[in-house]
Nanobody, 124 residues
Framework: VQLVESGGGLVQPGGSLRLSCAASGYTYSSYCMGWFRQAPGKEREGVAA???????SYADFVKGRFTISRDNAKNTVYLQMTNLKPEDTAVYYCAAGDMVEVVSAIPPEYTFPIWGQGTQVTVS
């Protein structure tokens, strides 16, 4: 079971990036997928999540700027980030959890047992 993130990098404020997370080794389509981030000196926080039915949830600080989507044929989840701000600078992680539903909020971290290695996003 493996998650591999890509797409991070350095971008100017107001710019855009699309993160990708490729999954392998399990039945991807049945899993809830989440994006989390951790900035230096801060705790990891949820950014967005999408479950197997396509229901989504976003943190308030990214609503209207970030979009999570999934392509089950490619076993890949995406995070399209627009209007990036310096405070979006962090290591972004994708995570997967089985039998997790997105109802009204991003599911808690403990419901995601599978994690990628992270990709750095720097807005400066």
């Amino acid at each position: 079971v493996q998650l591999v993130e890509s797409g991070g990098g350095l971008v100017q404020p107001g710019g855009s990036l699309r993160l990708s997370c490729a999954a392998s080794g399990y039945t991807y389509s049945s899993y809830c997928m989440g994006w989390f981030r951790q900035a230096p000196g801060k705790e990891r926080e949820g950014v967005a999540a999408i479950d197997s039915d396509g229901s989504t949830s976003y943190a308030d600080f990214v609503k209207g700027r970030f979009t999570i989507s999934r392509d089950n044929a490619k076993n890949t989840v995406y995070l399209q980030m627009t209007n990036l701000k310096p405070e979006d600078t962090a290591v972004y992680y994708c995570a997967a959890g089985d039998m997790v539903e997105v109802v009204s909020a991003i599911p808690p971290e403990y419901t995601f047992p599978i994690w990628g290695q992270g990709t750095q996003v720097t807005v400066s």
